[in-house]
């Protein structure tokens, strides 16, 4: 018993002697701030800023901002082609000396209007490109046997097209063509022609604002006539 008493008592003193040397580590918490900046990991990289740093860091890059170039201006608005019409010819003389002011040499021009009466009926081979290439149908359809054609050499849309006739009817248009389609001819077509008009308008070409608004101001002493865009 005495043994184990003594024993007792010395593992006691043994256990308060490596608790008062620390070899079992520290059961106290440090809260004051020398002991706490002691226990911080690389403190010596760490540096306080002063106000002035600090809100530097937070204001935006005014400078950055500030050196960024300005945005271009939108270029002024431009009106590639612009029509007025249709005018009858007293009309056209009148409005012509009107804007006549603006001097818009070559970018003024005029067109007569299409008539919307038919006058007859016409059996075409539509164009063929090129006069050598008007040529070489046309002596294709000497092969078939036809020679009954006329090869449209002036300026219109349906330059170096071939007519293979032209008649005051539509049936007889249609009759002309089966027969055509009978001798081999299967490109063919009909069109109606129209009779010419008596009325004209005029294009008006690359204007800017200034003077776009110049015209439609002439345009409003002919309320009878529209403004409108082309191509």
């Given at each position: 018993m005495l043994k184990f008493v003594f024993w007792l008592l010395a593992g006691v003193n043994l256990l308060v002697l490596a608790i008062g040397q620390g070899y079992l580590g520290s059961f106290r918490t440090e809260t004051r701030e020398p002991a706490r900046l002691k226990n911080q990991l690389q403190a010596?990289?760490?540096s306080l800023l002063t106000?002035?740093?600090?809100?530097a860091s937070a204001a935006p890059p005014a400078a950055e901002e500030a050196a960024k170039p300005a945005a271009a201006p939108a270029p002024p608005p431009s009106y590639a082609?612009?029509?007025v019409g249709n005018f009858l010819l007293a009309d056209g003389r009148r409005f012509e000396a009107q804007v006549a002011a603006l001097d818009l040499g070559d970018r003024q021009s005029r067109r007569n209007v299409a008539g919307q009466d038919i006058s007859s009926y016409m059996v075409y081979i539509p164009p063929q490109g090129s006069k050598e290439g008007a040529d070489r149908k046309a002596g294709e359809l000497k092969q078939l046997g036809v020679t009954n054609y006329f090869i449209m050499n002036e300026s219109s849309p349906l330059r170096w097209g071939i007519s293979l006739g032209v008649f005051?009817?539509?049936t007889s248009a249609q009759s002309q063509l089966a027969s055509l389609n009978k001798q081999g001819v299967h490109s063919a077509r009909v069109a109606?022609?129209?009779s010419a008009s008596k009325?004209?308008?005029?294009q008006f070409r690359d204007l800017d604002a200034a003077?776009?608004?110049?015209?439609?101001?002439?345009?409003?002493q002919f309320p009878e006539q529209e403004l409108r865009s082309c191509k």
């Amino acid at each position: 018993m005495l043994k184990f008493v003594f024993w007792l008592l010395a593992g006691v003193n043994l256990l308060v002697l490596a608790i008062g040397q620390g070899y079992l580590g520290s059961f106290r918490t440090e809260t004051r701030e020398p002991a706490r900046l002691k226990n911080q990991l690389q403190a010596n990289k760490l540096s306080l800023l002063t106000q002035e740093q600090a809100t530097a860091s937070a204001a935006p890059p005014a400078a950055e901002e500030a050196a960024k170039p300005a945005a271009a201006p939108a270029p002024p608005p431009s009106y590639a082609c612009t029509e007025v019409g249709n005018f009858l010819l007293a009309d056209g003389r009148r409005f012509e000396a009107q804007v006549a002011a603006l001097d818009l040499g070559d970018r003024q021009s005029r067109r007569n209007v299409a008539g919307q009466d038919i006058s007859s009926y016409m059996v075409y081979i539509p164009p063929q490109g090129s006069k050598e290439g008007a040529d070489r149908k046309a002596g294709e359809l000497k092969q078939l046997g036809v020679t009954n054609y006329f090869i449209m050499n002036e300026s219109s849309p349906l330059r170096w097209g071939i007519s293979l006739g032209v008649f005051k009817s539509e049936t007889s248009a249609q009759s002309q063509l089966a027969s055509l389609n009978k001798q081999g001819v299967h490109s063919a077509r009909v069109a109606p022609r129209y009779s010419a008009s008596k009325q004209f308008a005029y294009q008006f070409r690359d204007l800017d604002a200034a003077t776009r608004a110049r015209l439609e101001k002439i345009k409003t002493q002919f309320p009878e006539q529209e403004l409108r865009s082309c191509k």
